[in-house]
């Protein structure tokens, strides 16, 4: 298992910037991969960026350019930077863990952080 806790999130005005944090409880290097998750309210929650212990990463097409996720394996922590938000960037983020045992896949998310673009 593990617990992940995010922070980071709050209020900025379009065009401005944030970064969050996703602390793991245990070492990164034992999980497969690690992703940033969002949910607007009335919609689905939907892949926002991964990267994957070998470091690859993914974005979802409405985020490229604009954000970037790294992680700090000395402090187990993932980050997503996101520049240039706009207001369909507002939702609730959620940080996952996703640990492969034998054939089977295991999902682990956050509490959840609030970002909010407005002016």
């Known amino acids: 298992q593990v617990q992940l806790v995010e922070s980071g999130g709050g209020l900025v005005q379009p065009g401005g910037s944030l970064r969050l944090s996703c602390a793991a409880s245990r070492s990164i290097f034992t999980i497969n991969a690690m992703g940033w998750y969002r949910q607007a309210p009335g919609k689905q929650r939907e892949l926002v960026a991964l990267?994957?212990?070998?470091?690859?990463?993914n974005y979802a097409d409405s985020v490229k350019g604009r954000f970037t996720i790294s992680r700090d394996n000395a402090e187990n922590t993932v980050y997503l930077r996101m520049n240039n938000l706009k207001p369909e960037d507002t939702a609730v983020y959620y940080c996952?863990?996703?640990?492969?045992?034998?054939?089977?896949?295991?999902?682990?998310w956050g509490q959840g952080t609030q970002v909010t673009v407005s002016s």
């Open positions: 990267i994957t212990s070998g470091g690859s990463t």
């Open positions: 996952n863990a996703h640990i492969i045992i034998m054939t089977s896949g295991y999902d682990y």
